[in-house]
């Protein structure tokens, strides 16, 4: 939504810079099509819009429905103009954002280009050792297997037969009987799941607390469940279930340190040329 909004702000800005007393002057054959006040639209701005092929019907609609459309905002722009506080400085805010966009994109660039993006286990492991104590659970979480099956589903038996088993073509025949008739299954025995999530998905009342496999019914399922470990909030956050945020602290921590090297290394360089002379030292 961030970056949409910005999109936003920054063809306003555009188009307050664009919409001035001063157009360019048009060629003396173009097409007058609407004017707003001062601001003029000529058929040559539309050049494109029309697709080829188009019947002159169709040509003539479109055309129409541009004309209305930028009349319409351009009457509503008319009158943001009018109403710009006297404090709010427009061509600052138009400098201001297009050096924000410069350097974003810049960032990115060197991002791309220049920053290691690979994190080793070791490396994880290391950071939430030394700062575990910040992730604290904020809910209830649980390893689990879920198999939650309508009762019409075929060959049951069978089901029961792979959920009992320890063998692992038994729990691949089951993962796949899942995938073509469960309504929800979890079977990732080293994610963590939200118990809040999981409690949705099973009759009222459930047990939730590792123990021996449950298996549940009720009007229309039949429920599969075997909780592995659980973690109750307050507690501290396992690494597997943090692993993706720790991630995103190690790449932005590169990321801080490679821009501060940067602006080192063109500070260094320019200054070096001459480029840079500092009068208050």
């Not at 609407?34 to 697709?51: D, I, N, R, T």
Request: aromatic share 10%.
């Amino acid at each position: 939504m961030l970056k949409f909004s910005s999109y936003i702000l920054f063809f306003t800005i555009c188009f307050l810079a664009s919409c001035t007393p001063a157009e360019e002057a048009k060629e003396e054959n173009d097409v007058e099509l609407a004017k707003v006040f001062s601001k003029k639209l000529f058929l040559s701005e539309l050049e494109g819009m029309v697709p080829d092929g188009a019947t002159p019907e169709d040509s003539t609609k479109i055309i129409n429905a541009e004309v209305e459309r930028w009349t319409r905002e351009t009457l509503l722009m008319q009158e943001a103009e009018k109403n710009i506080p006297a404090d709010l400085n427009i061509d600052e805010l138009v400098r201001d954002y297009r050096m924000s966009l410069v350097r974003h994109n810049y960032e990115q660039f060197l991002v791309e280009t220049q920053l290691d993006s690979v994190i080793a286990e070791q490396e994880i492991s290391t950071y939430y050792e030394k700062n575990k104590e910040q992730y604290q659970l904020q809910s209830s979480i649980l390893r689990c297997f879920l198999i939650k099956v309508p009762k019409s589903s075929p060959n049951l038996d069978q089901l029961r037969s792979w959920w009992r088993s320890s063998n692992s073509e038994d729990f691949e025949k089951m993962k796949d009987y899942a995938t073509q008739n469960a309504s929800f299954y979890m079977l990732e025995e080293n994610t963590w799941y939200q118990q809040s999530d999981l409690r949705t998905q099973l009759p009222q009342g459930s047990n939730l607390n590792p123990t021996q496999d449950l298996n549940q019914s009720d009007e229309t399922h039949f429920y599969f469940l075997k909780v592995f470990e659980k973690k109750s909030r307050g507690g501290l956050a396992p690494l597997g279930y943090i692993e993706d945020q720790i991630k995103k602290v190690i790449l932005h921590k590169r990321k801080m340190v490679l821009l501060d090297q940067r602006k080192e290394e063109l500070y260094d360089r320019e200054t070096s040329k001459k480029n840079v002379k500092i009068f208050t030292k």
